[in-house]
């Protein structure tokens, strides 16, 4: 997490606990003298009380980045940020022993996410995708990876994880395979409820931890379309020269010339984005070739897609 942070706010996007932290330093550094004092205390009180080595560590950093002292403030923020291989002797001079562990992780994340809102911001989002990976693990690894997120469920539920909200992704796998799967751990599972009871079209509840996410729509497929083009252009700055709607359909006859018995309801939305992407950078880097710029036509005939292409001057047909 704290090797992933990004902060989207007026067009800038910042990537780690250093250049975030700026911008809580700039605002002290324009304190009165007393103001900064009382302000930097009221932060390390308060961090105490989730990890004493945390708050500590955050004393040097926050009087190495006022000395702008670089080496020594870059050294404390690899080991808050989880660096395991910080030299001892560098690590006695900022007072703290041992490293980020799965004893005190959840200390340090608490200590980050109260962080973050002495910094003025709203809190933190964690992603974590393709949590089905899990299922790849020794048992005793995919267990306690199990443990972790029951914990995190329960954590957030009493109160104890404040300012944070956590989006897992994963495919039904996880939530169906009964090895495997979140079947395998009665306490999750208790937690996460029966699968089989989210795939309602009619009542949607979204307080429920488990949100089962419909297949891509022709709209669906459009609007991916509309955004990756508009990103392609300003990119290189080229116009494809036809609609939305054919470069979609160019997308899906790639897609489905390597998987032929392709339908629109077992569209892969990565597969889909590749192919996409694959169209575009081949109309862009292949002018010469008229077909590549023609309307192409599809049809659904009880599953079974087919197309038809009109180029600038012959018809086409696949």
């Keep these: ?127 974590i995708d393709e949590l089905e990976l899990i299922m790849n693990e020794r048992a005793d690894i995919r267990l306690k990876a199990y443990e972790n997120i029951r914990y995190i469920i329960d954590e957030c539920a009493i109160g104890e994880l404040r300012n944070v909200m956590f989006v897992f992704a994963a495919t039904d796998e996880l939530l169906t395979n009964p090895e495997k799967g979140t079947f395998s751990y009665e306490a999750l599972y208790q937690r996460l409820g029966d699968p089989a009871d989210k795939k309602s079209k009619v009542v949607k509840d979204l307080r429920q931890p488990v949100i089962s996410l419909p297949k891509l729509s022709e709209d669906d497929m459009l609007e991916i379309t509309k955004k990756i083009l508009e990103m392609h252009k300003e990119v290189y700055n080229t116009d494809p020269g036809i609609s939305l709607e054919s470069i979609t359909n160019w997308a899906l006859y790639m897609y489905k010339d390597v998987e032929p018995s392709l339908s629109l309801k077992d569209v892969n939305l990565r597969k889909f984005i590749i192919k996409v992407l694959e169209i575009l950078d081949a109309i862009e880097q292949n002018s010469n070739i008229s077909l590549l710029r023609s309307e192409l036509k599809r049809t659904d005939n009880n599953g079974e897609l087919s197309f038809k292409a009109v180029p600038f001057k012959d018809e086409y047909t696949s």
């Design 1 to 127: 997490i704290m090797h992933n942070l990004s902060l989207l706010d007026k067009g800038e996007t910042e990537t780690s606990f250093e250049d975030i932290f700026d911008r809580w330093i700039n605002k002290v550094r324009s304190m009165p003298s007393e103001n900064a004092s009382s302000e930097i205390n009221k932060i390390l009180e308060t961090l105490e009380k989730y990890n004493a080595s945390f708050a500590r560590a955050l004393t040097y950093y926050i009087r190495a980045r006022i000395n702008d002292d670089k080496e020594f403030s870059g050294a404390i923020a690899s080991w808050i940020s989880g660096e395991k291989n910080i030299p001892s002797q560098l690590k006695t001079k900022f007072e703290v022993i041992g490293s980020v562990d799965k004893v005190n992780t959840m200390d340090f994340l608490k200590a980050f996410i109260k962080l973050t809102k002495f910094m003025g911001l709203e809190g933190l989002v964690i992603l």
